[in-house]
């Protein structure tokens, strides 16, 4: 989400970014994610959602935040909106040294693992994802083909990792060079 903000004040001449700053961008949702649109779906209902309700507030996914409520996907935002969404991946685009995207929703085998796998589910985003932001809603403006599974590499890393597990509180993986989060960041610095 801090690729967005970032993405947003910049675009809008809050703040600039000097040639000296390093933008390490890590599973930003710059298309949003149809996981938001999905959250405020599941949070509101009752019934026989409510299992699925008491997973998301383990996972403290429920009750929907407004953070999430802003990551709603940006095919189904307003015009306005989504003008938002395309200027602030301009802006990462543009300054953005390297990228980190997760392409497993269930990830490092985690308590989270199953929410997000079936967070993923769910949602359908049709692409591969980390269980709440699509692969291709990450690398918007980078090709595919620039994105490796190796940390080693050094360049743009596309991790066998969820959403929760891009944001370093689970550490690396204890095999695979696709499952290391934190020491493909080590090495991105």
Same mark, same amino acid.
């Given at each position: 989400?801090?690729?967005?903000?970032?993405?947003?004040?910049?675009?809008?001449?809050?703040?600039?970014? &000097?040639? !000296?700053?390093?933008? %390490? &961008?890590?599973?930003?949702?710059?298309?949003?994610?149809?996981?938001?649109?999905?959250?405020?779906?599941?949070?509101?209902?009752?019934?026989?959602?409510?299992?699925?309700?008491?997973?998301?507030?383990?996972?403290?996914?429920?009750?929907?935040?407004?953070?999430?409520? !802003?990551?709603?996907h940006e095919t189904t935002v307003s015009?306005?909106?989504?003008? *938002?969404?395309?200027?602030?991946?301009?802006?990462? !685009?543009?300054?953005?040294?390297?990228?980190?995207?997760?392409?497993?929703?269930?990830?490092?085998?985690?308590?989270?693992?199953?929410?997000?796998?079936? %967070?993923?589910?769910?949602?359908?985003?049709?692409?591969?994802?980390?269980?709440? %932001?699509?692969?291709?809603?990450?690398? %918007?403006?980078? *090709?595919?083909? &620039?994105?490796?599974?190796?940390?080693?590499?050094?360049?743009?890393?596309?991790?066998?990792?969820?959403?929760?597990?891009? &944001?370093?509180?689970?550490?690396?993986?204890?095999?695979?060079?696709?499952?290391?989060?934190?020491?493909?960041?080590?090495?991105?610095?």
């Amino acid at each position: 989400m801090a690729n967005l903000i970032t993405g947003s004040a910049v675009a809008k001449g809050k703040c600039n970014l &000097s040639n !000296k700053v390093t933008w %390490v &961008s890590i599973a930003g949702p710059m298309q949003g994610s149809l996981s938001g649109n999905l959250l405020e779906q599941k949070c509101k209902q009752g019934g026989w959602n409510l299992p699925l309700k008491g997973l998301l507030e383990i996972a403290t996914l429920c009750p929907i935040t407004d953070a999430f409520l !802003k990551l709603k996907h940006e095919t189904t935002v307003s015009p306005a909106i989504k003008a *938002e969404f395309l200027a602030a991946q301009a802006v990462r !685009k543009q300054y953005a040294s390297v990228l980190m995207c997760g392409s497993d929703s269930f990830g490092l085998s985690t308590v989270y693992g199953p929410v997000l796998e079936l %967070v993923g589910t769910l949602t359908k985003h049709g692409d591969t994802n980390d269980g709440v %932001v699509a692969f291709e809603s990450c690398r %918007v403006g980078f *090709e595919a083909s &620039s994105f490796s599974t190796n940390y080693a590499d050094g360049g743009n890393y596309l991790a066998s990792v969820n959403h929760f597990d891009n &944001s370093f509180r689970n550490g690396d993986g204890w095999w695979g060079a696709d499952r290391k989060p934190q020491k493909w960041f080590e090495c991105a610095l």
